[in-house]
């Protein structure tokens, strides 16, 4: 059964580097998510991409995020200059047109020191 | 801002038995509910939902019922095993089906003992 997956499973940076997280969606989704969960606290939504634009977006998701699909296939977030608080789990997910739950990848853990 | 409340941050039960799990919803304008699965280090699994047309939904051993007048939902979980341990969360969205950003509770952690 295909599966959302996300790399690097965990990314340890210094605080005001700029981290890419990658997610490869499963090949007939057509919307794409991003969210994370804070150590003890909800899963939150970020960003929604379809059709090569941003859909939606969260207060989370300031100046400093982004987020492509340069060839795609790869989706990815990017921090330009990451915060402590930045530090978190985040998901990647998808979903078909017109499907009735979106498939989240296992995450990667970014600490930011 | 807690639009979706998961009040018991922690439930326990024996094998065998029914599990209630329990979800609370603010927003009026949610019309489509999923609960997803959380094992550590692992994303969320989806298990079930329910549009808001309906008050049950059932499939093998879960069901979810809506109570759209009290902006309540559950999740039983009968029989209950032990593989059944993990991270429960509610979630919630406004665009009649999972496409759009889902709000989500903080979880409820089950654990049921052998």
């Known amino acids: 059964e295909p599966e959302v997956t996300q790399t690097p499973s965990h990314q340890v940076t210094q605080m005001g580097q700029e981290v890419i997280l990658r997610c490869v969606p499963i090949s007939n989704h057509l919307y794409f998510y991003w969210y994370r969960q804070i150590l003890g606290q909800k899963v939150e939504f970020l960003v929604s991409f379809y059709n090569n634009e941003i859909s939606e977006k969260s207060e989370i998701f300031d100046d400093q995020f982004s987020v492509e699909r340069p060839d795609g296939s790869n989706f990815t977030l990017k921090i330009r200059s990451t915060k402590l608080e930045d530090s978190a789990m985040y998901f990647c997910?998808?979903?078909?047109?017109?499907?009735?739950?979106?498939?989240f990848g296992p995450g990667t853990r970014l600490t930011v020191l | 801002d807690q639009q979706v409340k998961q009040n018991s941050p922690s439930l326990s039960v024996q094998e065998g038995r029914i599990s209630i799990l329990n979800c609370d919803y603010t927003?009026?304008?949610?019309?489509?509910f999923l609960w997803y699965k959380k094992y550590p280090a692992e994303g969320p699994t989806f298990l079930i939902s329910?549009?808001?047309?309906?008050d049950k939904n059932e499939d093998g051993r879960f069901t979810v019922f809506l109570n759209k007048s009290a902006k309540h939902l559950s999740l039983h979980i009968v029989p209950s095993q032990p593989g059944d341990s993990a991270v429960y969360f509610c979630a919630a969205s406004r665009y009649g089906g999972s496409q759009g950003n889902l709000i989500f509770g903080k979880g409820t952690k089950l654990s049921v003992k052998p």
């Open positions: 997910a998808g979903e078909t047109s017109g499907a009735t739950t979106q498939y």
């Open positions: 329910i549009s808001s047309i309906k």
């Open positions: 927003n009026s304008m949610f019309d489509y």
